[in-house]
């Protein structure tokens, strides 16, 4: 078994050209055969992914939804919050050491 054999979630959606929720609703499906690998990733055989697509069965999807700037920022902040505040108590800790 090799890595290339199997390709997760994302990269069956880029595939196939449609959102990763849509992947997941044809796996509940059964359109789509879904394996555990090691109990916690979920992958799909390539060529079963390559082969649906080659189908034709599947419609690309061309509905984006803009990633507006308000939502970048919010995300900033949510995913880098610990690397924010560790700084700022670094920071106040070396002006208390170096200028008190």
Known sequence: M?????ISVRETAQLLGISEKKVM??????KLQAYRIANQFLRLKKSEVVGLRNSGSITNESVRFPYSFRERVKDFFYYNDFYLLATIIILTLLYVIFYL
Not at 2 to 6: I, L, V
């Open 2 to 6: 090799t890595d290339s054999q199997y």
């Open 25 to 30: 609703d044809m796996i509940d499906e059964k």
